[in-house]
């Protein structure tokens, strides 16, 4: 883009200078009005370059949202995986009391990681939110909604594995 703005500048100078060439073989009137529309293509192309810019700076913007994003998706995405398969299927029933002691407090350290991760999903979640209104992609909606539905589930599973210890 810069190369292109110094292009287009380099162009305007030289329909500047072209114009500023006419004023010795046009009468009076004429130059004003040559003076006027080079002055008025000179404010169009810096309208158009600041326009340029704030567009540049929008997509810069929305790049590292759509990025962080990402990276935020998929750890929640890898941390809901992982916590699902250690909540879901069936809990081994073990035969001495140390081992039951063991298995409840694995199971208190899970349960609570399941409850503290509740801060994680919510950014994630805001930052989904604030990528759908600037976005038109269906899949942000669906996630926000699965990754509720999906953490509410794993939050269910861990109080309701906690009793069954």
């Known amino acids: 883009m810069i ?35 080079l002055r008025q293509h000179k404010l169009n ?26 990276e935020s998706y998929g750890q929640v995405e890898q941390w ?4 699902e398969r250690q909540l879901e299927g069936n809990v081994p029933l073990r035969s001495t009391l140390e081992e039951k002691k063991s298995q409840l ?7 609570q990681d399941v409850l503290s991760y509740q801060r994680v999903i919510d950014s994630v979640d805001d930052k989904a939110r604030t990528l759908v209104q600037s976005s038109s992609d269906p899949q942000l909606s669906n996630f926000v909604s699965q990754t ?18």
């Open 80 to 83: 809901l995986r992982d916590a």
């Open 3 to 37: 190369a292109e703005r110094d292009s287009g500048f380099a162009k305007l100078n030289a329909a500047i200078e072209a114009g500023e060439k006419l004023y010795p073989n046009t009468a009076t009137d004429g130059r004003e009005k040559v003076r006027q529309e």
């Open 148 to 165: 509720g539905a999906r953490y509410s589930k794993l939050c269910s599973l861990a109080k309701v594995g906690f009793f069954k210890l």
């Open 105 to 111: 407090q694995n199971f208190k350290v899970l349960h």
């Open 45 to 70: 192309w810096e309208s158009l370059y600041d326009d340029l810019s704030s567009a540049q700076r929008k997509l810069e913007v929305a790049v590292v949202h759509w990025t962080t994003f990402d």
